[in-house]
């Protein structure tokens, strides 16, 4: 359904990212760009989210780093390289790391850690 201007409205108000620039806080950072997490970004790219990808693996963060709003090369279990890239900043997180299930989890811990923590 459309306003009056024909700005797309979606049921809480105008549609995210309809005639403006979104925020951190209306981003997602996707930790892990694997199969799972690579579509995960892909497809919040395409419903107009920003998106901070992260990775420790090189290769991935290259492959997406012409694809995505933001990627970064880092450890997600490490709290403060989460701070130093603006993680606390994103209204919400996904976790797309399924090949290590420790990892997962202590990536979860220092989501908890930041903002979400406190």
């Known amino acids: 359904m459309d306003d009056e201007q024909g700005v797309p409205k979606g049921p809480l108000g105008p549609a995210q990212g309809a005639g403006r620039a979104p925020t ?13 997490g690579g579509q995960v970004a892909a497809s919040l790219l395409r419903l107009g989210h920003e998106v901070l990808g992260i990775d420790d693996d090189p290769k991935l963060v290259q492959q997406w ?8 090369q880092a450890d997600s279990t490490d ?5 130093q890239l603006g993680v606390p900043d994103f209204g919400r997180a996904v976790v797309g790391i399924g090949t290590d299930i420790e990892a997962s989890v ?13």
């Open 24 to 36: 951190a806080a209306e981003g997602v950072a996707v930790l892990g760009l694997g199969r799972f």
């Open 65 to 72: 780093s012409d694809q995505l709003t933001h990627v970064a």
């Open 79 to 83: 709290n403060e390289a989460l701070r």
């Open 106 to 118: 202590l990536t979860v811990l220092a989501l908890r850690a930041g903002r979400w923590g406190q």
